[in-house]
């Protein structure tokens, strides 16, 4: 069993910084590709940054220039650093990451979300 936890949301003002990580635990024997992605009210869940299988990063282009994803491999966590939020990043923001487990089948690769964590930028 893998687990995806987040961390770092909160309320900021417009113009304001916020870093969220993403800590995964559990039977992993390796992480392919790990990311962020958002959903607000009424909207679809979207993409806003992630590292690929390719270990080459994407974001949406709404947030790039903004927004920096990082990670540490030894954790197993990936980072994102949100700056110059506006009131249209508001939104929960989830932990994606397809990970890879050894089970009676061998090597399986599944993908987990996390919880979500809630960011919401005042205007």
């Known amino acids: 069993q893998v687990q995806l936890v987040e961390s770092g949301g909160g309320l900021v003002q417009a113009g304001g910084s916020l870093r969220l990580s993403c800590a995964a635990s559990?039977?992993?024997?390796?992480?392919?590709?790990m990311g962020w992605y958002r959903q607000a009210p009424g909207k679809q869940r979207e993409l806003v940054a992630k590292?690929?299988?390719?270990?080459?990063?994407n974001y949406a282009d709404s947030v790039r220039g903004r927004f920096t994803i990082s990670r540490d491999d030894a954790k197993n966590t990936v980072y994102l650093q949100m700056n110059s939020l506006k009131p249209e990043d508001t939104a929960v923001y989830y932990c994606?990451?397809?990970?890879?487990?050894?089970?009676?089948?061998?090597?399986?690769?599944?993908?987990?979300w996390g919880q979500g964590t809630q960011v919401t930028v005042s205007s």
């Open positions: 994606n990451a397809a990970v890879v487990v050894i089970n009676a089948k061998g090597k399986s690769q599944y993908l987990y």
């Open positions: 590292f690929t299988s390719a270990g080459s990063t």
């Open positions: 559990g039977s992993i024997f390796s992480i392919n590709a």
